[in-house]
Nanobody, 126 residues
Framework: QVQLVESGGGLVQVGGSLRLSCAASGRTISNYAMGWFRQAPGKEREFVAAISYGSAITYYADSVKGRFTISRDNAKNTVYLQMNSLKPEDTAVYYC???????????????????WGQGTQVTVSS
């Protein structure tokens, strides 16, 4: 079982940037698609971005397309989420997740992912 630990969250003003990191341990994630989800207070957890195991394929939610970029460094067993032009509606706890199965295209549904981090809070103030 892989352990995922997110970091990089914090308080930022509207229009600012943050870079989230997700460090994996326990096993390599190089063969697994990875994703980022977020959950705002009182709302369901929602898809943000996903990346294939080889980085060739990326998916983004419409709400973040053009502002967020997902990337990975398999040598470091780490996934990143660069967030630019942040808006108040981006405020949420952000979770990193590893897909259930290796060598599959990245999914966008919660059930496509079997391992989750504990989350990191991102707050965008206006």
């Amino acid at each position: 079982q892989v352990q995922l630990v997110e970091s990089g969250g914090g308080l930022v003003q509207v229009g600012g940037s943050l870079r989230l990191s997700c460090a994996a341990s326990g096993r390599t994630i190089s063969n697994y698609a990875m994703g980022w989800f977020r959950q705002a207070p009182g709302k369901e957890r929602e898809f943000v971005a996903a990346i294939s195991y080889g980085s060739a394929i990326t998916y983004y939610a419409d709400s973040v397309k053009g502002r967020f970029t997902i990337s990975r460094d398999n040598a470091k067993n780490t996934v990143y989420l660069q967030m630019n032009s942040l808006k108040p509606e981006d405020t949420a706890v952000y979770y990193c997740a590893a897909s259930r199965n290796a060598f599959r295209r990245p999914g966008q549904a919660l059930q496509d992912f079997g391992s989750w981090g504990q989350g990191t809070q991102v707050t965008v103030s206006s």
